[in-house]
């Protein structure tokens, strides 16, 4: 089990760079695959990126190049660096476990004007 407390969205023109930001309270931080995912307005959730144990990270193609996950142990935080935004990267964004997904958060809303 886990709880993820999500922030750092926010409104960025296209082109623009956020970061974003999740508080993970749970065991075994180091060890846990984690994930970013994101609901576009009137879609399904998505997988965008995800990062495991060991620090290797996974993008989904459509962000490949332009997202960064990465994570602080230490601080138990995972974060989104997106950069050269789209408007088709407006969504809401949640963090949760890659495998055997926790209950979600309230997640951060990002938009992105053209």
């Known amino acids: 089990q886990g709880q993820f407390v999500e922030s750092g969205g926010g409104l960025v023109q296209a082109g623009g760079s956020l970061r974003l930001s999740c508080a993970v309270s749970t065991s075994f931080f180091s060890l846990i695959d984690f994930a970013w995912y994101r609901q576009p307005p009137g879609k399904q959730r998505e997988l965008v990126a995800s990062i495991n144990g060991h620090g290797v990270s996974n993008y989904a193609d459509n962000v490949q190049g332009r997202f960064s996950i990465y994570k602080d142990n230490n601080r138990k935080m995972v974060y989104l660096q997106m950069n050269s935004l789209k408007p088709d990267d407006t969504a809401a964004y949640y963090c949760?476990?890659?495998?055997?997904?926790?209950?979600w958060g309230q997640g951060t809303q990002v938009t992105v004007s053209s």
């Open positions: 949760n476990f890659l495998n055997g997904i926790s209950s």
